[in-house]
């Protein structure tokens, strides 16, 4: 009877501190809020909504979290945001990716760097692709470097982002592996992938430099050709076809993170917990589905790792950008 008793007593205790763990991931009862640093459609739209749409499935927030769009500057506008006016805010991440690195290494966040945000994690990993009309006249990737070297200043790129962004490096590199000065591109600046895509659809632009997760439902209606995805190997799922620029004998890799960020003087408590409940979606099952279901690939850093791993970024990126011709 003691025996059983006290089998009792310490199942009770178990029980008890896993309901306590499970509350210590749980986001407030206020409303949560994601700030995409661009308009609808493109891959921050798709950073939010992983997130809102994760964390609420999995019942990691109490109440549906809102997503509110910021574009400018390409991520800029948002940054400085967070910075000016809403630096403690605990109900409040912004979505970020490799290209926030880029334009940090850039000092296109006017006077703040890379220091004075608090990063969360990431969630995901995507690849960078180089994307034409269905109908365009290269069916590979050979052709279009064919003509990349033949008249570089007419084919238009565009892509969701200015000279310097991530979206610009794609084509910049592109351009060097087929020995042409990134210099000599035609590039377009748009406001997010969404609207750079709706551009190559409308025929404005001729090549997308854009990412894999945003192509999934064009890909799907035949709208569009993938010559390349810039991943180190095949992606799986709907992106299974698409070959890579380095088997084609291409070295062009590029791949982006999906992550997060809080204002600098949000607590540590409130901060961690942050953390905790997003190391918690990302080991969700669900959670998997919904990474999947976006073309996302996965990728776990946060905390400390995670903030390590975007200073190196912006370091590296400070390399490249000279190396792809940059002046800044």
């Not at 890909?219 to 993938?226: D, M, N, T």
């Amino acid at each position: 009877m003691k025996i059983n008793t006290a089998l009792r007593h310490a199942s009770c205790l178990a029980m008890l501190g896993s309901l306590l763990l499970a509350g210590s991931v749980q986001a407030q009862s206020e409303d949560t809020e994601c700030i995409a640093p661009a308009k609808p459609g493109g891959g921050y739209d798709l950073t939010c909504r992983l997130a809102a749409n994760g964390l609420e499935e999995t019942g990691l927030i109490d109440q549906p979290m809102m997503v509110t769009y910021m574009p400018g500057g390409i991520g800029a506008v948002a940054y400085n945001h967070l910075n000016g006016v809403r630096t403690d805010d605990s109900n409040l991440i912004v979505a970020a990716s490799t290209g926030a690195a880029v334009n940090l290494a850039l000092k296109k966040f006017g006077d703040y760097s890379g220091d004075e945000v608090r990063w969360l994690g990431a969630l995901g990993v995507d690849y960078g692709a180089i994307v034409v009309n269905a109908d365009a006249p290269w069916e590979n990737l050979d052709d279009l470097m064919s003509d990349i070297q033949d008249k570089p200043g007419e084919i238009a790129f565009g892509a969701g982002g200015t000279v310097g962004s991530q979206d610009w490096m794609k084509a910049a590199l592109t351009a060097k592996a087929a020995d042409v000065s990134p210099q000599k591109l035609r590039y377009v600046a748009f406001e997010g992938g969404g609207e750079a895509l709706a551009a190559l659809l409308g025929n404005h632009i001729q090549v997308f430099t854009g990412d894999l997760s945003e192509l999934k439902s064009q890909l799907e209606s035949g709208k569009i050709r993938v010559l390349a995805s810039l991943s180190e190997e095949r992606m799986g799922g709907p992106f299974a076809d698409i070959p890579t620029a380095a088997e084609q004998g291409y070295d062009v890799q590029w791949p982006i993170w999906r992550g997060y960020y809080m204002g600098p003087d949000v607590s540590e408590e409130t901060y961690s917990a942050w953390v905790e409940r997003l190391k918690a979606l990302s080991e969700d099952p669900k959670f998997a589905e919904l990474r999947k279901a976006r073309g996302l690939f996965p990728m776990s850093r946060f905390g400390d790792d995670f903030d390590q791993y975007v200073q190196q970024q912006i370091a590296n990126f400070t390399s490249l950008a000279q190396e792809v011709g940059l002046s800044q």
